[in-house]
């Protein structure tokens, strides 16, 4: 989602959780040609994902729902 210079444009955050480095690497290559994404942090399992979610939310003074 490439964006004109004359709209503000909202950067969405991204947390990237694969236990494959190179699938982490790719993704994150192809997202940082984006203006409007920004990895925010990889990780490898599952419990250093949540962590590391709840650690960028606390960070951002937000709240998450889960199932």
Not at 5 to 30: C, Y
Not at 43 to 65: Q, S
Request: aromatic residues 2%; contains cysteine.
């Amino acid at each position: 989602m490439k964006s004109s210079s004359r709209f503000e444009t909202k950067v969405i955050r991204v947390l990237i959780a694969d236990d494959h480095p190179v699938v982490r690497e790719g993704l994150v290559t192809i997202l940082k040609s984006e203006n409007d994404i920004k990895v925010v942090a990889e990780a490898t399992d599952d419990e250093f994902a949540v962590a590391a979610e709840l650690t960028i939310l606390a960070r951002h003074g937000a709240t998450t729902c889960s199932s």
